[in-house]
T-cell receptor
């Protein structure tokens, strides 16, 4: 079946603007994760959804970042008042509900804040 | 929380030789340890994983070992091939979160 997809693949915005990044997980996957990956670093956890609810949002860096998953499938990561330091690749991953279920990553959205 | 350290940051080997990448973690409650391969501009892809109740797992040329007492785990790639060249990340699951190492850039020289 189809893998995890993310749109847009690239997003260039100006400092202070609002952006939305979308993730379409694998059908039937209840767990969904957002990560941020800076150049030369490993993915950094942002938020975890189990179904519709944010089960763990402790990785969100500040209140400018917010994510939703209203129907337990597609998720949107929202960033307000973007800053240059927000520039990174934002990765989404989905998995089944088991603790050791494999995470499948999407291709990422490269966000550049000018 | 958890802290995962990964070494080396870069590794070059001759084709056919073995490559070993090591990771340590800080919290003994971590119970699942996946390894990902990420090619330039591509998404991370799972290559092997190990659960905390297992000491070693092998899949063809790739193996992972886990030492729970010492809190470290290693990736072993044998008979390396040029297509193994990529960045490899280890990770540890602690609670709901996955903590990743900083990556190892592996270059296999033909």
């Amino acid at each position: 079946g189809a893998g995890v997809s993310q749109t847009p693949s690239n997003k260039v915005t100006e400092k202070g603007k609002y952006v939305e990044l979308r993730c379409d997980p694998i059908s039937g996957h209840t767990a969904l994760y957002w990560y941020r990956q800076s150049l030369g670093q490993g993915p950094e956890f942002l938020i975890y959804f189990q179904g519709t609810g944010a089960a763990d949002d402790s990785g969100l860096p500040n209140d400018r970042f917010f994510a939703v998953r209203p129907e337990g499938s597609v998720s949107t990561l929202k960033i307000q008042r973007t800053e240059r330091g927000d520039s990174a690749v934002y990765l989404c991953a989905s998995s089944g509900s088991g603790v050791t279920d494999t995470q499948y990553f999407g291709p990422g959205t490269r966000l550049t804040v000018l | 929380g958890e802290n995962v350290e990964q070494h080396p940051s870069t590794l070059s080997v001759q084709e056919g030789d073995s490559a070993v990448i090591k990771c340590t973690y800080s919290d003994s409650a971590s119970n699942y340890f996946p390894w990902y391969k990420q090619e330039l501009g591509k998404r991370p892809q799972l290559i092997i994983d190990i659960r905390s109740n297992v000491g070693e797992k092998k899949d063809q040329r790739i193996a992972v070992t886990l030492n729970k007492t010492a809190k470290h785990f290693s990736l072993h790639i044998t008979e390396t091939q040029p297509e193994d060249s990529a960045v490899y990340f280890c990770a540890a699951r602690f609670g709901n979160q996955f903590y990743f190492g900083t990556g190892t850039s592996l270059t296999v020289i033909p």
